[in-house]
């Protein structure tokens, strides 16, 4: 994607890329190869008939053509200019050395203490306050945000920290023009635009619906592009604490005396350290900046840019700047007498006191030492009591246990989120492949049903030659094989502790890690069993998209469906009604009683429902209830069935105060029973 930032590599580019990446390079906004409007003009569309930017496409030939010249020169002619460099730099070197220091301090001091905007005149007001022993305990408003530089949640600021503001506009200024005041941005943009417009410029809230630029008079539409300088995107809005989250695994004094060090190093850098330094520095900036990953704060994805580098160089600054604080002396270098013979001017009180002084940086070292060790020991103490995911070989070595050498086992995910679709059966097939050398595949395609019929010759040749198939289906992930049927054979269950995977706050408990696979033999449809009447919420191969794995409440099993919940059902013959246990579950209150729509439809492709059917609409209570629907006669001759259940979804950890799950929830399914 970065060939088509300059228009010559875009260039080059064009001949290798398909005809519809061609056409993107061409109609991207800004592209440099064609005139396209930049910025884009809500409304207006990108067209074919833009002229092609030949001042761009020059500009560039020509600063390439100047550096190949200049490469030349200095290749033929250029090693009294190299020395003479050499020598510059040399000279240069101590004022070099120490503006390195002074901007690693600079540059760390503004990613902890000013970008993430944790610090507001409003928390250093409520400071004195905050070290209440009650405030400590169950810190709320302003000292919960300042406790987040030791783990409490972070919130994500929706604008550009006020350096940022004013350094943004320092070119505007030079030009004589007046950039937008960043507190006006705030209260125009929320007067005029809704809370989910946060992290959209005007653009995008115009392509989004959440702007009618039409309701506006130009000169509001205006100030509101000019904002835009100052919106901060989803992704770049998480990054900003990004330094106050590496201080959470070092403390903040950890962070000071790590920075302070790494300044030091740069002012009088030993032998050989410039590497080190050079690198660090660059890979500090990188990820403190952006961690490059994901627009989420999961650890797996923010803690692998910082260990191999940040990490290392802050606990080698730290230990430099404490060594260094207890080798601070003043001169004491010997005085000999003058010619006349005159005695030492340093008199003993003097002595006496840089001695003190020497002890006093030395017991300051001691204890900063201690604090750090204490802060590493009593934070890590949750870790070191836990052993991630122990006692899990024992649990799929019982799973191994029911296979016989040559059988092979199918594992799906198929939850409502793609990534656990694709990643949670590797939980499973791994160790049982690699640890017991069960042939254990993973099914990975978001729609598997469209190869469904090669799916299945390959499981016929499987049972052709005597090997025996079976297939695991996680929530959501029910499958169909043309000429094959599914018989259930128990499930493959893990139940483990692992450390808890915030998002939003450093984590400090163990919470449960559970998957669940219901087990299914893969039959010849001859031999399939006959339609069962009552599907539980465990049986996943009925689960084509919607439900989460089946968990207990109030003593019934149960599934959490995300709003969208589609199940394919086997019609027995004489089937005429269908009953559906459905549950609003436990809700805030401010949201009222859930709701639930249901429909049936005929076994369309992959899945697919009609839009011709009615649904019906039920209120629901907290626990578990029965609602019928009749089977139309028009339905009632198929084979198989689909039911939908649509619900209003909600999000426990954004919509009640008490909750941390953060799945999309809509209504619990509690089973479907199928009654002549």
Same mark, same amino acid.
């Given at each position: 994607?970065?060939?088509?930032?300059?228009?010559?590599?875009?260039?080059?580019?064009?001949?290798?890329?398909?005809?519809?990446?061609?056409?993107?390079?061409?109609?991207?906004?800004?592209?440099?190869?064609? +005139?396209?409007?930049?910025?884009?003009?809500?409304?207006?569309?990108?067209?074919?008939?833009?002229?092609?930017?030949?001042?761009?496409?020059?500009?560039?030939?020509?600063?390439?053509?100047?550096?190949?010249?200049?490469?030349?020169?200095?290749?033929?002619?250029?090693?009294?200019?190299?020395?003479?460099?050499?020598?510059?730099?040399?000279?240069?070197?101590?004022?070099?050395?120490?503006?390195?220091?002074?901007?690693?301090?600079?540059?760390?001091?503004?990613?902890?203490?000013?970008?993430?905007?944790?610090?507001?005149?409003?928390?250093?007001?409520?400071?004195?306050?905050?070290?209440?022993?009650?405030?400590?305990?169950?810190?709320?408003?302003?000292?919960?945000?300042?406790?987040?530089?030791? %783990?409490?949640?972070?919130?994500?600021?929706?604008?550009?920290?006020?350096?940022?503001?004013?350094?943004?506009?320092?070119?505007?200024?030079?030009?004589?023009?007046?950039?937008?005041?960043?507190?006006?941005?705030?209260? #125009?943009?929320?007067?005029?635009?809704? =809370?989910?417009?946060?992290?959209?410029?005007?653009?995008?809230?115009?392509?989004?619906?959440?702007?009618?630029?039409?309701?506006?008079?130009?000169?509001?539409?205006?100030?509101?592009?000019?904002?835009?300088?100052?919106?901060?995107?989803?992704?770049?809005?998480?990054?900003?604490?990004?330094?106050?989250?590496?201080?959470?695994?070092?403390?903040?004094? *950890?962070?000071?005396?790590? +920075?302070? %060090?790494?300044?030091?190093?740069?002012?009088?850098?030993?032998?050989?350290?410039?590497?080190?330094?050079? !690198?660090?520095?660059?890979?500090?900036?990188?990820?403190?900046?952006?961690?490059?990953?994901? =627009?989420?704060?999961?650890?797996?994805?923010?803690?692998?840019?910082?260990?191999?580098?940040?990490?290392?160089?802050?606990?080698?600054?730290?230990?430099?700047? #404490?060594?260094?604080?207890?080798?601070?002396?003043?001169?004491?270098?010997?005085?000999?007498?003058?010619?006349?013979?005159?005695?030492?001017?340093?008199?003993?009180?003097?002595?006496?006191?840089?001695?003190?002084?020497?002890?006093?940086?030395?017991?300051?070292?001691?204890?900063?030492?201690?604090?750090?060790?204490?802060?590493?020991?009593?934070?890590?103490?949750?870790?070191?009591?836990?052993?991630?995911?122990? %006692?899990?070989?024992?649990?799929?070595?019982?799973?191994?246990?029911?296979?016989?050498?040559?059988?092979?086992?199918?594992?799906?995910?198929?939850?409502?989120?793609?990534?656990?679709?694709?990643?949670? &059966?590797?939980?499973?097939?791994?160790? $049982?492949?690699?640890?017991?050398?069960?042939?254990?595949?993973?099914?990975?395609?978001?729609?598997?049903?469209?190869?469904?019929?090669?799916?299945?010759?390959?499981?016929?040749?499987?049972?052709?030659?005597?090997?025996?198939?079976?297939?695991? +289906?996680?929530?959501?992930?029910?499958?169909?094989?043309?000429?094959?049927?599914?018989?259930?054979?128990?499930?493959?269950?893990?139940?483990?502790?692992?450390?808890?995977?915030?998002?939003?706050?450093?984590? /400090?408990?163990?919470?449960?890690?559970?998957?669940?696979?219901? #087990?299914?033999? !893969?039959?010849?449809?001859?031999?399939?069993?006959?339609?069962?009447?009552?599907?539980?919420?465990?049986?996943?191969? @009925?689960?084509?998209?919607?439900?989460?794995?089946?968990?207990?409440?109030?003593?019934?099993?149960?599934?959490?469906?995300?709003?969208?919940?589609?199940?394919? $059902?086997?019609?027995?013959?004489?089937?005429?009604?269908?009953?559906?246990?459905?549950?609003?579950?436990?809700?805030?209150?401010?949201?009222?009683?859930?709701?639930?729509?249901?429909?049936?439809?005929?076994?369309?492709?992959? *899945?697919?429902?009609?839009?011709?059917?009615?649904?019906?609409?039920?209120?629901?209570?907290? =626990?578990?209830?029965?609602?019928?629907?009749?089977?139309?006669?028009?339905?009632?001759?198929?084979?198989?069935?689909?039911?939908?259940?649509?619900?209003? &979804?909600?999000?426990?950890?954004?919509?009640?105060?008490?909750? /941390?799950?953060?799945?999309?929830?809509?209504?619990?399914?509690?089973?479907?029973?199928? @009654?002549?």
């Amino acid at each position: 994607a970065r060939l088509q930032d300059f228009a010559v590599t875009a260039l080059i580019a064009l001949p290798f890329l398909t005809p519809e990446l061609r056409r993107t390079y061409l109609l991207r906004p800004c592209s440099p190869l064609t +005139l396209q409007p930049c910025p884009p003009v809500a409304g207006m569309p990108p067209t074919t008939d833009a002229p092609w930017n030949v001042g761009r496409i020059a500009l560039e030939l020509a600063f390439l053509a100047l550096l190949v010249l200049a490469l030349l020169a200095l290749h033929r002619s250029g090693q009294p200019l190299i020395r003479r460099a050499e020598a510059a730099l040399g000279r240069a070197a101590r004022p070099l050395l120490t503006l390195t220091a002074a901007a690693t301090l600079l540059l760390g001091a503004y990613a902890y203490l000013v970008r993430p905007q944790i610090l507001t005149g409003q928390t250093l007001t409520a400071l004195p306050s905050c070290l209440a022993p009650a405030q400590l305990r169950q810190p709320e408003g302003p000292c919960l945000a300042l406790q987040g530089y030791v %783990g409490a949640p972070i919130a994500a600021p929706a604008y550009v920290d006020p350096l940022a503001a004013w350094l943004g506009g320092l070119p505007q200024r030079l030009r004589g023009q007046r950039p937008p005041d960043p507190a006006a941005c705030v209260a #125009l943009r929320r007067e005029l635009l809704p =809370s989910e417009a946060d992290g959209r410029t005007v653009p995008e809230l115009i392509r989004d619906g959440l702007l009618d630029p039409a309701a506006l008079d130009a000169a509001t539409v205006e100030r509101l592009r000019a904002c835009d300088r100052l919106v901060l995107r989803a992704q770049f809005a998480n990054s900003q604490a990004n330094l106050v989250r590496v201080g959470w695994y070092t403390s903040p004094l *950890g962070v000071a005396l790590g +920075l302070l %060090g790494l300044a030091l190093l740069w002012r009088r850098p030993p032998p050989g350290a410039w590497l080190f330094l050079v !690198v660090a520095l660059v890979a500090g900036v990188t990820f403190v900046r952006l961690t490059y990953g994901t =627009s989420d704060q999961h650890y797996i994805y923010i803690l692998r840019r910082y260990v191999p580098q940040v990490y290392p160089a802050l606990a080698i600054g730290t230990a430099y700047a #404490l060594v260094a604080l207890a080798r601070l002396t003043n001169d004491q270098r010997p005085t000999t007498n003058d010619q006349h013979g005159s005695r030492d001017r340093s008199s003993f009180l003097v002595r006496r006191i840089r001695q003190s002084r020497e002890r006093l940086r030395r017991v300051a070292c001691g204890v900063l030492t201690l604090a750090l060790t204490a802060f590493l020991v009593l934070t890590g103490l949750p870790i070191f009591r836990h052993t991630e995911y122990g %006692g899990a070989l024992g649990q799929i070595a019982d799973a191994a246990g029911r296979f016989r050498p040559g059988d092979v086992v199918l594992l799906r995910g198929g939850a409502p989120t793609y990534a656990e679709s694709r990643d949670l &059966p590797d939980v499973i097939a791994t160790p $049982l492949t690699y640890a017991f050398g069960v042939d254990a595949l993973t099914v990975k395609s978001r729609e598997p049903e469209r190869y469904a019929a090669q799916l299945a010759r390959y499981l016929q040749e499987w049972q052709a030659r005597g090997r025996q198939v079976y297939l695991a +289906l996680g929530a959501s992930g029910g499958l169909a094989f043309p000429g094959l049927a599914l018989e259930p054979a128990g499930t493959i269950a893990l139940d483990l502790k692992e450390f808890e995977q915030l998002t939003d706050q450093k984590p /400090r408990n163990v919470q449960d890690f559970q998957v669940s696979f219901t #087990l299914y033999r !893969v039959l010849p449809a001859a031999a399939a069993p006959p339609a069962p009447r009552a599907l539980a919420p465990g049986d996943t191969a @009925a689960q084509l998209r919607g439900l989460y794995r089946a968990e207990t409440a109030g003593g019934a099993q149960v599934a959490w469906t995300n709003g969208d919940a589609l199940l394919r $059902l086997a019609l027995p013959a004489d089937a005429s009604t269908l009953t559906v246990r459905l549950a609003g579950g436990r809700r805030p209150a401010t949201l009222g009683p859930a709701r639930a729509c249901l429909s049936l439809h005929p076994n369309g492709a992959a *899945g697919q429902v009609s839009a011709a059917a009615q649904p019906r609409c039920f209120t629901l209570g907290e =626990s578990l209830a029965e609602y019928t629907l009749p089977i139309e006669p028009g339905l009632a001759a198929e084979s198989t069935l689909l039911l939908h259940i649509q619900s209003e &979804p909600w999000i426990p950890a954004r919509d009640d105060p008490q909750g /941390r799950d953060p799945r999309r929830l809509g209504v619990q399914f509690g089973g479907v029973r199928l @009654a002549p």
